[in-house]
């Protein structure tokens, strides 16, 4: 069965650091964009952060430019959104994505198969 699966989600104070793990399962992501998206509650998917396959195109949201690091270890299989500095408004379900390419803001419909998310909140 393929999957996507991210883990490494919680609750944390402003200023505070998470890191997200996406990892997957009946296939190997060494090959792919893989995209991390953001679902805040009554707010749409948007995109946070992409990068590609070889790691040479690495693309970040304004907003979480400067706190938010991407990175991906292939031999492993897993791809990492380290968090640093959050915010209350970073509040949101976080999602793993594969894509085709890293674009300069990723959009949700540019990526063909999903996680379930893990949830993030940031709170005092």
């Known amino acids: 069965q393929l999957q996507l699966v991210e883990t490494g989600g919680g609750s944390v104070q402003p200023g505070g650091s998470l890191r997200l793990s996406c990892a997957s399962s009946?296939?190997?992501?060494?090959?792919?964009?893989i995209g991390w998206f953001r679902q805040a509650p009554g707010k749409e998917r948007e995109g946070v952060s992409c990068i590609s396959a070889n790691s040479q195109m690495i693309n970040y949201d304004p907003s979480v430019k400067g706190r938010f690091a991407v990175s991906r270890d292939n031999a492993n299989n897993v791809v990492y959104l380290q968090m640093d500095s959050l915010r209350t408004e970073d509040t949101a379900v976080y999602y793993c994505?594969?894509?085709?390419?890293?674009?300069?803001?990723?959009?949700?419909?540019?990526?063909?198969?999903w996680g379930q998310g893990t949830q993030v909140t940031v709170s005092s």
């Open positions: 009946g296939f190997t992501l060494e090959h792919y964009t």
């Open positions: 994505a594969v894509g085709s390419y890293c674009t300069f803001e990723p959009k949700p419909h540019e990526y063909d198969f």
